[in-house]
């Protein structure tokens, strides 16, 4: 996308559009929004918005016939089928620019009419038929932007993984950056549906909130698979431990290594390796800045500490029951509570539901065990991690319960049947209690305590779920939350420092996705620019000039400005730039010159002046401003924003 503003302005002949395209099979819908173009003629063209009713709205930004200026028309009609008719363009005329405008002197002259017709969702043309100078005739169109299609309030599509990753790490680092690392890719899918030939991801990335962009970083020393901790220490560097290793596809086993990520450098080395190897272990930052790590030793149940001063690891008191996939939560009173995930029956050969929790005490290196029987001993693989509410108390929602262990299972596979259920964990009394349940059951899903202290549950494998939830620790009861633009289980989900959730990864339609997207917390105060925002803005104090606006995909925001010069001509730039939160800055906006109407427009002719810059800021999905510094004698100035247009099927609550 950081091209798509040359690409309009500057003669790149991308591919050649035939005449004899027929056009009856396209059905115009929202989706038509965006900027369209000839490539055989770039430096000029239309932005579409699709309204309501079966309205369009069009403006085409050119050049008039004599090639002297700059020149804009604009016009609203109707659409059934694949044809659109706008029968009274006009071509306004009388203005001046900002700080001069005024919308008194401004006189919209008819300039005639278009007719629109589209091949499919890419390709089109329209008709043009002027009464003031221009002519008849055709321009062949082919698509230049697909705005961000619309998505649940609250849900922002942001950019992809490098690598397509499930069971990876996400940890928020000192600098507000997302570090992601480890889990499984995914090379085939059998008939059967079900994911083959795990391969270990040797990569690792880093998440920008600011630019809202991925990036690789150093690579690990070593490919780590699904199963792996990675633990943010007190001097900000990152510990990676465990996981599965070899699998390039067959597993060779847990691995006992363990390595770690220095912020400052992006490099990793590393350090001490565990007693065992492990893998769907739990690793737990202690208040002294030791990490405890527990279970995943499969028929064994140890636990060690490790010490970041000499990088070394060290038995602690093993866990009363052996365990996998279990959840690790530090409480208040520094005291640890390991509950959940598999436990391994020696009799039955197979893997049952550890009904027990335990709670570590650090001053004396030890466990004690208590009977969870009355939370439903759910098994972890596909559940949830605990987390520690404000008060004190611990949340755990969903998760799935071993079913259907046949006798004799000797280390079969077995079901998860996903549960609705949710339990709070008193830490003065060691008990659980049952809380109002999930509205969808789930497994396989993220927990996240968010900045107000709600949590927010989103995700789970119970067919692949969308829909999120959002635990209210006031009222103590479950409310709907929207739904992730991209079904998944297996991702990770890290609350930034602005109080976003950033979802990464994770299995989607039975393969690994690299897909990303953030919720944004419209119950707060801070506020994001979101799909919705596409469309025309303007100032009501100044009827005769505005801007069109499309959010695209990346987080990239293109404005086009349709207007007069200082010395009253139209005039128009546009230019494509980036956003986050209630900003989007265009620091390369561009004013072409040179062109002619059709048919005389050479793009060769066509120059790509700078012109200056724009931020806009929205303090609502109605109204923001935008500040403009020119370099092109259009002066600093700025411009209230007050929404024109509202399109179909994109909505900004």
């Keep these: 996308m950081k091209s798509q503003s040359s690409k309009f302005c500057l003669a790149i002949a991308l591919f050649a559009i035939g005449t004899s395209t027929a056009y009856a099979d396209a059905t115009i819908g929202p989706g ?33 016939p004599a090639g002297t200026e700059q020149a804009w028309i604009i016009g609203t009609g109707t659409y059934a089928g694949n044809t659109a008719t706008l029968t009274s363009v006009v071509q306004p005329s009388g203005g001046r620019w900002i700080p001069d405008f005024d919308a008194s002197r401004v006189v919209a002259n008819p300039w005639g009419s278009l007719v629109l017709s589209f091949s499919d969702a890419n390709h089109g043309k329209v008709d043009f038929n ?17 705005p961000t299609a619309a998505s649940d309030p609250g849900w922002v599509r942001t950019d992809a993984l490098n690598i397509a990753r499930a069971g990876h790490t996400a940890t928020l680092l000192p600098n507000g950056t997302v570090l992601a690392i480890g889990g499984f890719e995914a090379v085939g899918v059998p008939p059967s549906g079900h994911v ?11 998440y920008d909130p600011v630019t809202r962009t991925w990036s690789l970083t150093g690579k690990p020393k070593l490919a780590r698979g699904e199963g792996i901790t990675a633990t943010l220490l007190q001097d900000g560097n990152v510990l990676v431990t465990g996981g599965w290793s070899g699998c390039n596809p067959d597993c060779a086993g847990p691995s006992n290594t363990a390595e770690m990520y220095d912020v400052p450098t992006g490099t990793w080395h590393l350090t001490g390796s565990m007693n065992v190897g492990r893998t769907q272990h739990s690793a737990t930052l202690l208040r002294d800045g030791r990490v405890l790590v527990a279970g995943g030793d499969w028929r064994g149940g ?38 959940g995930g598999h436990s391994f029956d020696n009799d039955m050969g197979g893997e049952i539901p550890a009904t027990r929790y335990e709670l570590y005490d650090a001053a004396v290196g030890g466990w004690s065990s208590y009977d969870a029987s009355s939370s439903g001993g759910r098994s972890i693989y596909p559940v949830a991690e605990g987390v520690l509410l404000r008060e004190g108390s611990v949340l755990s929602a969903g998760g799935g319960n071993v079913v ?22 008193d830490s003065t009394t060691l008990a659980w209690t049952r809380s109002a349940p999930l ?39 479950w409310v709907p939350s929207g739904r992730l633009n991209t079904p998944r289980y297996g991702h990770s989900a890290t609350l930034l420092a602005d109080g976003s959730v950033l979802f990464a990864g994770g299995y989607a339609n039975r393969i690994r996705s690299p897909e990303s997207e953030l919720f944004v917390d419209v119950s707060q105060p801070s506020f994001t620019i979101r799909p919705g925002f596409t469309g025309s803005w303007y100032d009501p104090a100044q009827i005769g000039h505005g ?13 086009a400005w349709f207007t007069f010069s200082p010395a009253g001509e139209q005039a128009w730039f546009l230019g494509v730039g980036a956003y986050s939160g209630d900003t989007a800055t265009v620091t390369s906006v561009l004013q ?32 923001g401003r935008v500040e403009f510094v020119s370099s092109s004698g259009y002066g600093t100035g700025s411009m209230n924003l007050t929404r024109l247009t509202q399109l179909a099927g994109l909505t900004c609550p």
């Excluded at 279990?326 to 208040?332: G, I, K, R, V």
């Design 32 to 64: 038509f929004t965006g900027a369209w173009f000839d490539p055989a003629q770039s430096g000029h063209g239309l932005f579409v918005e699709i309204l309501p009713g079966n309205r369009i709205q069009a403006a085409w930004f050119t050049f008039n």
């Design 130 to 146: 002027s009464t003031s100078g221009y002519g008849s005739g055709t321009m062949y169109l082919t698509r230049l932007t697909e």
């Design 196 to 206: 083959i030939d795990d391969t270990d991801a040797d990569t690792a990335e880093l």
């Design 302 to 339: 140890s636990a060690e500490l490790y010490d970041p001063a000499t990088g070394t690891w060290s038995y602690t008191g093993a866990l009363q029951s052996t365990r996998y996939g279990h959840s690790a939560t530090l409480l208040q009173d520094d005291m640890v509570l390991v509950f």
């Design 404 to 425: 259907n262990v046949p006798p004799d299972c000797g280390g079969c596979e077995v079901d998860n049947q996903p549960l609705y259920d949710t339990f709070l964990f």
């Design 439 to 477: 509205a969808n059951a789930r497994s396989g899903h993220t927990a996240t305590v968010l900045r107000d202290g709600d949590v927010l549950v989103a995700g789970g494998s119970n067919d692949v779920l969308a829909e999120a939830e959002r635990f209210n620790t006031r009222t103590k009861r």
């Design 547 to 559: 801007l069109h606006l499309e959010v695209l995909p990346g987080n990239k925001l293109l404005a």
């Design 592 to 623: 072409p010159t040179g062109g002619h109407w059709i048919p005389n427009f050479d793009p060769s002719h066509v120059t790509n002046n700078p012109w200056g810059s724009l931020k806009f800021t929205f303090i609502d999905c109605n109204h």
